[in-house]
């Protein structure tokens, strides 16, 4: 078996610690990284839930004011039909009338 100098084996070990500690560093930097991830995962799916139902009451929303745009042409046109029935009924009236018979 070869002898290593305790100064070698020194230098060595010394290295080794320097480089435990800088992957201990990295390995705690990546952790907290991590849980950072998680956490804004979790508010992106919280995110995606509440626009699910945004949407869906946008949607609801949207079809109430198509109803309510309905109402008044519904309205007109109901009325321009009275007229016209109207109209017609004073026409045939006023030919009735003034027909000799």
Not at 4 to 26: F, G, M, N, Q, Y
Not at 34 to 52: D, P, S, W, Y
Request: proline share 3%; charged share 30%.
């Amino acid at each position: 078996m070869t002898h290593i100098p305790s100064e070698d084996i020194h230098a060595r070990l010394a290295a080794v610690e320097t480089k435990v500690e800088e992957t201990e560093r990295r390995l705690d930097k990546l952790e907290g990284d991590h849980e950072v991830l998680a956490r804004l995962a979790t508010a992106i799916e919280v995110m995606a839930t509440k626009q699910e139902t945004m949407t869906k009451k946008i949607d609801n929303i949207d079809q109430k004011v198509g109803d309510l745009e309905a109402i008044p042409v519904k309205r007109w046109r109901d009325l321009i039909g009275y007229l016209i029935a109207a109209a017609a009924s004073s026409g045939a009236t006023w030919l009735l009338t003034e027909l000799p018979w």
